[in-house]
């Protein structure tokens, strides 16, 4: 390998970086081989520092992304690094060039280096995942993403609090941890508490119980920011209600950030005090729903671009499609495709997709007992009969050739699926509910002069009446 002997036994220094590069790019290749799934794009940016008889030493220097290494990636680099090197060695993650290898390592749990990261609840630390970078703006959440930045942008002055409710997986988690670290990212020496809603009440009632009342109210009323995911679960608990409604006014009244995530809007959810309602709705309060199609492909693109992967059209449309329940079963969908191409050896594809969403089909919607289609199962019935691609179908092209296919689908899926004119809208990206009713009234008025359109309609009918399922 090496060409020239003088060169090598010559220059000592250019070898050890020279040795470094390699040993990084084969724990590296170990890493993609055998952790595809943990891997990340910007893991491009951990750099091999040093090795000795015990630790490889990696560095990053960004503070959120050493914590989550240091936190959740440590086996797998150590089974790499002794892949790579053929012994028994450990791995250091280190925030600093130079830092020797020899150092203790830092513990899972330990606080990270960072000053900024010092203050964290360690128990909520953030994702690198999650950052505004990587969140995808629809309008489905376009409302509260706007809010999100400007909150960021000036804590305490924008809108205070900012409150963002909705469904499972759905971003709030995201929107509330990018929130964090754009504020970070302005100004490291931010004191930020982000916490859920469980911890907040465990470490009350612990205080509580162990008297410790007094640092329980530092520890919360210090910060300039206070993040508390899931607050719904404040629900019923009248005496930490009692607590959170003192924090929150200590913290408001000092011109505080706080900012709030829930499954309900503030009157929604139950046995909550009134004055924490007001409280609540006081700020602005912003709702996400489930993204429509057009922003789940984007998702799709954007998570598969996090472990450095191209998806091709037809196959992030099918995926979409198929998918529009929440975002975390589309980044499930996304892992199985991922990890059956790797099982398989064989690229990416449609007949992929399709064989690796084969079983998990998500839940009838529609079901009441009776057999109901999907509007998965309409799409697929009407892009098989019109011989058109399904990408075209979903997009914003009017010609003739796909929007009536396109209206074909909007009036099966309004006939045969309980789905309202809104939610069928969302499903063929993102039209609005009069844009359904439109195409709703067409087809039916057209199928009533014109026996074409009505034998076409009634064909796509039967083809999935006889559907196996
Ligand atoms: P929630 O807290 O509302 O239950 P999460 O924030 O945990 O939901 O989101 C679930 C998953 O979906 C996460 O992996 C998140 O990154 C992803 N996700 C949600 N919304 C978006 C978005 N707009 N863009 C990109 N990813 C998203
Ligand atoms: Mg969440």
Known sequence: MMPNRTKTASNDAATGAGALQELR???????????ADMCRHWFDQ????????????????EPVRLSYLQRCCIPQFTEAACAATGRLIGVQFVAERGLPAGLPLPSATNAPVAPAEALFDEQ????????????????????????????????????????????????????????????????PSARITYTSCSTFMDVFHEAVRAGRMHEFRHRFRNADVLVVDDIHFLSKHEQTQEEFFHTF????????????????APSDIPDLEERLVSRFNSGLVARIDRPAYETRVEI??????????????????????RIDSNIRELEGALSRLRGLAMAEGAPITLELAKQALADGRPADRAGNGAPQMTIQQIIEAVTRYYDIKLSDLMSKRRHKSVALPRQVCM??????????????????????????MHAVRT??????KDSALSNDVERIERSLQSAPD
């Open 25 to 35: 790019s084969r724990i590296f290749q170990h890493l993609r081989r055998g952790h």
């Open 46 to 61: 951990i750099d091999v520092v040093a090795v000795d008889g015990a630790n490889v030493s990696l560095l990053m220097t």
């Open 124 to 187: 909520m630390p953030l994702s690198p995942d999650y950052v505004f970078e990587t969140f995808v703006i629809g309008p489905n959440n376009r409302l509260a993403h706007a809010a999100g930045q400007a909150v960021s942008w000036k804590p305490g002055r924008a809108y205070n609090p900012f409150f963002v409710h909705g469904g499972v997986g759905l971003g709030k988690t995201h929107l509330l941890q990018a929130v964090c670290q754009d504020i970070l990212g302005r100004n």
């Open 249 to 264: 006014n200590a913290l408001y009244q000092a011109g505080k950030q706080v900012i709030l995530s829930s499954d309900a």
């Open 300 to 321: 799709l693109r954007t998570k598969a671009g996090l472990h450095g992967l191209r998806l091709a059209d037809d196959v992030a449309a099918y995926v979409a499609a």
């Open 411 to 436: 009036w099966l899926a309004r006939k045969h699926t309980r789905f309202s004119l809104e939610e069928i809208g969302g499903y063929f990206g993102g039209r609005d509910h009069t844009t359904v």
């Open 443 to 448: 087809v039916g008025d057209r199928a009533a």
